[in-house]
Each structure stands twice: as structure tokens, then as C-alpha cells.
């Protein structure tokens, strides 16, 4: 064999392993985040999460009131009890993966099975799905399909982005919430918050 071919076989060898190892990392990326929503339906208490946001809050977040525009923003409260219990516990549940990730709880709008609302964002900022300031949204297909069938899914519409959606259940054992694991192969921390 000549040296020109070993050379050719080399770098062949060399292109083959860094894409399976490049496939190996991403498959470790999204074992992990589904791991740890796969704890999430576990370990988050749906009951818990229908305490944080309070009655008043959820009564303003619909209204639409034209002399002022920041009405449900402005007058958007917790129960605190509720909401650092979920938060806690979403925070260990972040911990879980070996990169920064986050977890956090959605729920639908009562009434308004069309819409969904963030109830608890984390740390990081990191959602593949929350539009900044958005206190509701249109329901997102992936969401609804955790709600109506209690399956994990995993959602990569965003370039770059992994989110596990995973169920939280309440003591009936009801799909109450849904869990976003979620987190960016390669981490913007300003792209999160614009």
C-alpha cells in the first residue's frame, strides 16, 4: 500500500469516528435531559403546582383593559409556598444533566384549552417554546399531546435546542402540568432573555 492511501484510509477513519463520536454527544445531550424529565413526572406534584398562581392573578392574566396594557403583568402573583416548593424542586431536577438545562412547569389556562401558561420559568432562561413576557400562548401541539396521552416527547424545532416534555400528574392522577427539560447545544445567555 502506498503512503498516499494509508493516509487517505486515516483521515476516513479519522472523519468516521469524529462523527460517531459527535453522534454519541448528541444522543448523550437528549438521554440526559429525557432522564431527568422522566424524574420531573415523578417528582413534581401537580397538586402543588395548581397553588402558585393565585386566584386574582389568574382572574387579571385574561382581561385586556385598552387604558392599561400591562394590567395582568402588573398584578401577576404566587403563593409562595407553592411556587418555591415547584421551584426547588425544578432546580434539583436541572441538576440532574451534566450542562446547564432547565426545567420548567406549564399548565393550561382553565377555560381556554387552546392556551397554555408558563407557571414557573428557571435559572437559566432556557425555553425553546416562551415568547419573553408572554404571561399565556397559543397551546403548543407537543404540550397537548403530554397532556392528553401522559408520553414524554422531545421537541427540536429550534436550531440547536432540546426540550423533553415530560407530565406532571396530581393525586387523582390527572396530567395536570407539563415539565420542559430543556437546554442549547451551544448556550446564548442574552438570546434567552431578548
Request: aromatic share 8%; charged share 25%; with cysteine.
Amino acid at each position: 500500500m502506498k503512503t498516499g492511501q494509508v493516509k487517505l484510509i486515516l483521515m476516513a477513519c479519522l472523519a468516521v469516528s469524529g462523527a460517531l463520536a459527535a453522534d454519541d454527544r448528541d444522543d448523550r445531550f437528549t438521554r440526559e435531559l429525557d432522564d431527568a424529565a422522566r424524574v420531573a413526572s415523578v417528582m413534581v406534584d401537580g397538586d402543588v403546582c395548581g397553588k402558585i398562581v393565585t386566584a386574582r392573578a389568574m382572574d387579571y392574566m385574561l382581561r385586556n383593559d385598552p387604558k392599561d396594557r400591562f394590567l395582568a403583568g402588573d398584578n401577576y402573583e404566587v403563593n409562595y409556598d407553592a411556587f418555591d416548593t415547584i421551584k426547588k424542586t425544578l432546580i434539583r431536577i436541572s441538576r440532574l444533566v451534566s450542562f446547564p438545562a432547565d426545567a420548567n412547569v406549564w399548565m393550561p389556562v382553565p377555560g381556554h384549552p387552546d392556551k397554555i401558561r408558563v407557571v414557573i420559568r428557571n435559572a437559566n432562561e432556557l425555553s425553546q417554546f416562551w415568547p419573553w413576557g408572554a404571561l399565556y400562548q397559543n397551546m403548543i401541539p407537543e404540550m397537548k399531546t403530554v397532556l392528553d396521552t401522559g408520553r414524554r416527547v422531545t421537541v427540536a424545532q429550534k436550531p440547536g435546542w432540546v426540550s423533553v416534555l415530560a407530565p406532571a400528574y396530581d393525586s387523582l392522577g390527572d396530567i395536570v402540568a407539563v415539565v420542559e427539560v430543556a437546554s442549547q447545544r451551544q448556550l446564548d445567555p442574552q438570546g434567552n432573555v431578548k
